[in-house]
């Protein structure tokens, strides 16, 4: 069964300082996984995608199936990346995606 | 380009009395599509998903059902509403195949009084 947990549900740090977000998931197969952002009175959005291997807004995720992780980090969080993160997966053929509860960040000034 | 257009925004509909909510994708063909419940703490639970006309799947058991009558279009129904029906409903489309992210509307809050 496909499985995506962030462990996290609230993570502040102080703008400058890095910040890592959590994801662990459970799949049998080869996992599709993604960040998806929503910024406050935003849609939800996609962040990045682990096979495009991308940094985005100073954002990367890389994919470590040994530990079955794809944690978000960024070396210097801004005030602008406060918002809900969540870590999701999809099937092979990507027509099912689950998501993680979510982590909210806060970035203090 | 693509949009995705989810309506209405906000409704408030009293226990027992039946539910419609719309999602339709402009700018592409045969995509995939989602219904998602968003609550604060559990993330989003994906609670249908539909390939093609006709054909839903539904993750989990519960007081709704989806349609899929045109390619493009997507909707979400109840015939008697509970009040654990409310809550934050995303619709959601991606591209068939690998690599393919999810597309959300702006979701519809639907508190059932």
């Known amino acids: 069964a496909q499985r995506v947990t962030q462990p996290e549900k609230l993570l502040s740090v102080f703008k400058g300082a890095p910040v890592e977000l959590k994801c662990n998931y459970s799949y049998s197969g080869s996992p599709e996984l993604f960040w998806y952002v929503q910024y406050s009175r935003q849609r939800l959005q996609l962040l990045l995608r682990h096979i495009s291997r991308e940094s985005i807004k100073g954002f990367t995720a890389d994919l470590n199936k040994g530990e079955t992780s794809f944690h978000l980090k960024k070396p210097f969080a801004q005030e602008e990346d406060s918002a809900m993160y969540y870590c999701a997966l999809s099937n092979t053929g990507g027509f099912k995606t689950i998501f993680g509860a979510g982590t909210r960040l806060f970035v203090k000034a | 380009s693509q949009t995705i257009h989810q309506w209405p925004a906000t409704l408030v509909q009293p226990v027992g009395s039946p539910l419609s909510l719309e999602c339709t994708v402009e700018g592409t063909s045969n995509p995939n599509l989602y219904w998602y419940r968003q609550a604060a703490g559990r993330g989003l639970q994906l609670l249908f998903y539909s390939v093609g006309i006709g054909q839903i799947s539904s993750e989990v058991p519960q007081n709704l059902s989806a349609s899929r009558p045109q390619d493009r279009q997507f909707i979400l129904s109840s015939k008697k509403l509970l009040l654990s029906d409310s809550g934050f409903y995303l619709c959601?489309?991606?591209?068939?195949?690998?690599?393919?992210?999810?597309?959300f509307g702006n979701g519809t809050r639907l508190t059932v009084t």
């Open positions: 959601a489309w991606s591209r068939t195949g690998v690599d393919s992210p999810l597309h």
